[in-house]
């Protein structure tokens, strides 16, 4: 569906134009049919890396491949919907007029326009606002009115710049369900967040993308699992003790409500515990961390620094 | 051409639901109407002071529109993103540009054409009053011309909101106004400029204006508002002529705005 390859930005800024290397070499392929994450910390180069995609900046290297065409033609963006980060539209609109005006562009007209008009509408919960201007609308509007915009065309691939920005919890919940009902209807979702809890429970694949490179790709699966749990031990009693027990094994100690708290990772789980055994503490509880992929964000972040 | 016209359609709707817009027009119709009060006090000038003052009002405000309007017709489309919209459609940048241009030109159509019948309702209500006066002072009423006055003005309009255009896709709102600006004085005065440097025989000035009279648009041709007033001859090539000229700098005009418009980045 999209593939992109070693691409290269360079942006001209400042009055002396000084270029600024923003892609370095961005590689990552979407197969038809999933929902592929774009993850990244803002400012690592994901909306410029769309924007290449659909042409609007001009590539300093490398290659797109976007359903069969490398040099972007205006015809196959009738294949495709996109989401702008942080949409603005024309505020002078109210909401059936921006769709209508984008239906058209598309060469979408007539009572299949309208029609098409209802159906999204109503799917983004945005009917009650139909005929207010677009600038009495709140962020988290903007953003349904936007992936609606996106959708006009029935896309065979979605492009979707942090499609939940803005949204609260329950926003959020219904753009999901919206996305794995096009997934489920064969499309291909691309989107872009800076959030990992938003790709974790959508996407089967996910690029991580930090200051312009992608640094891991792959399923949640396998990024999950080269990250290491950690577990988390909640001792009652002398801290002395236990430090002597646990001094060969690499096991992190802070105090915390009155409890010793001891962090290790899975591997040596066993002989923590056999330590433990020996001490004079009393276990409170024993858990592991939350498997997630923050960790994983958090420490490619710090490698990056 | 179909996508052409969604974007024009969007044009006028923004443009009609812009208040500058409203301010302008309010502003005009205003000028007109006080033509009317300046007219009543100075006598037997009377007819010639509402023709007069109205067709320069229409004129002002015209111009006003345009620059205010055209500096922003793609200036503002980049500024506020929403070229991210259009441009994930399948939409070509040259139909944009069109759409845009026709938008603008369809509004101030609308506008000039709602200015002259006020101002036509105006003159025929103080010709009708001072009949004989007016055919013994002007030799007749000289409605063709009056019309004929309008229609050069907004042939004028047109090269404006092109230039403006051409400023807009590459330019800030401030330095295309200026820019606009200026390249409509040198317009105006274009005929001036060439029989000044004429004057002073200088060949480096002399070339110079040369380039000047033949590069800026000659928007003195698009002025006969004494005819209008005054009557005199209007000719058929003549207004075959200067709609000529009009249509080819248009064109000349947009096609540099498109060409420009193809390579702009929107980052
Ligand atoms: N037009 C531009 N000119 C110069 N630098 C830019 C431009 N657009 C983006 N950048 C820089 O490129 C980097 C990546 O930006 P962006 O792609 O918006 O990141 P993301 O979407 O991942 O948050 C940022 O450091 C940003 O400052
Ligand atoms: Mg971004």
Wanted: glycine share 8%; with cysteine; hydrophobic share 45%.
């Amino acid at each position: 569906m999209l593939e992109v390859n070693n691409l290269i930005k360079n942006f001209k800024t400042g009055f002396l134009g000084k270029e600024v290397t923003v892609l370095r070499g961005v590689s990552f392929c979407v197969e038809s049919g999933e929902i592929f994450g774009f993850v990244g910390p803002n400012g690592a180069g994901k909306t410029t890396t769309f924007k290449c995609i659909l042409g609007f900046a001009l590539k300093s290297g490398g290659t797109i491949n976007l359903m069969g065409e490398t040099n972007g033609k205006v015809g196959i963006k009738s294949r495709i919907g996109y989401l702008p980060e942080n949409p603005y539209f024309y505020d002078y609109l109210t909401g059936e007029e921006l769709l209508r005006y984008m239906g058209e562009l598309h060469g979408i007209k007539g009572k299949a326009l309208e029609d098409k008009m209802d159906v999204l509408l109503s799917k983004v919960n945005m009917s009650h606002a139909r005929k207010v201007q677009l600038r009495k609308y709140s962020k988290g509007m903007l953003q349904r009115i936007g992936i609606a915009q996106a959708l006009i065309n029935d896309p065979e691939f979605i492009i979707l710049d942090e499609p939940m920005s803005g949204l609260d919890p329950i926003g959020r919940r219904e753009i999901k369900d919206l996305i794995l009902e096009e997934k489920a209807k064969g499309k291909t979702i691309l989107l872009s967040s800076h959030m990992l809890s938003d790709v974790e429970a959508l996407c089967d694949r996910v690029a991580l993308l930090m200051s312009g490179r992608v640094v891991r790709t792959g399923t949640i699966g396998e990024l999950l699992n080269e990250i290491h749990t950690d577990y988390e031990l909640f001792l009652e009693g002398s801290g002395d003790d236990i430090q002597e027990h646990v001094r060969d094994l690499s096991v992190e100690l802070e105090e915390r409500a009155g409890y010793l708290v001891l962090k290790f990772d899975e591997d040596i789980k066993a002989r923590v515990l056999e330590a433990i055994m020996k001490s004079s503490a009393e276990i409170v509880s024993l858990h592991p961390m939350r498997k997630s992929l923050e960790g994983l964000f958090v420490e490619e972040a710090s490698k990056n620094e | 051409m179909n996508r052409v016209i969604s974007v024009a359609h969007n044009t006028f709707r923004e443009a009609i639901r812009d208040r500058v817009l409203y301010s302008l027009v309010i502003f005009a119709v205003l000028m007109i109407l006080s033509s009317l009060i300046i007219a009543t006090i100075s006598g037997e000038q009377y007819n010639k002071i509402v023709k007069d003052l109205g067709l320069a009002a229409i004129s002002i405000i015209g111009i006003m529109i345009s620059v205010f309007l055209g500096m922003g017709l793609v200036y503002k489309e980049i500024e506020k993103k929403t070229v991210y919209n259009i441009f994930s459609k399948p939409i070509k940048r040259y139909e944009f540009i069109l759409g845009k241009y026709l938008g603008l030109a369809f509004t101030l159509l609308l506008i000039t054409v709602g200015m002259a019948i006020i101002l036509f309702l105006l003159v025929l209500y103080t010709e009708l009053r001072y009949q004989g006066l007016i055919e013994f002072y002007y030799g007749g009423h000289h409605f063709a011309e009056f019309f004929n006055a309008i229609y050069f003005q907004y042939l004028e309009f047109l090269i404006i909101i092109g230039i403006a255009l051409i400023f807009s896709s590459f330019t800030s709102p401030i330095l295309s106004v200026l820019f606009t600006f200026l390249l409509f004085a040198i317009g105006r005065f274009s005929g001036d400029i060439r029989l000044f440097a004429e004057e002073i025989k200088n060949p480096v000035s002399a070339v110079f204006a040369e380039v000047i009279y033949r590069v800026i648009p000659n928007l003195g041709k698009f002025n006969v508002r004494s005819e209008a007033v005054y009557g005199g001859s209007l000719s058929g090539e003549l207004i075959f002529y200067t709609t000529a000229y009009a249509i080819i700098y248009t064109l000349a005009l947009l096609i540099l705005s498109m060409i420009i418009f193809e390579k702009k980045e929107f980052k």
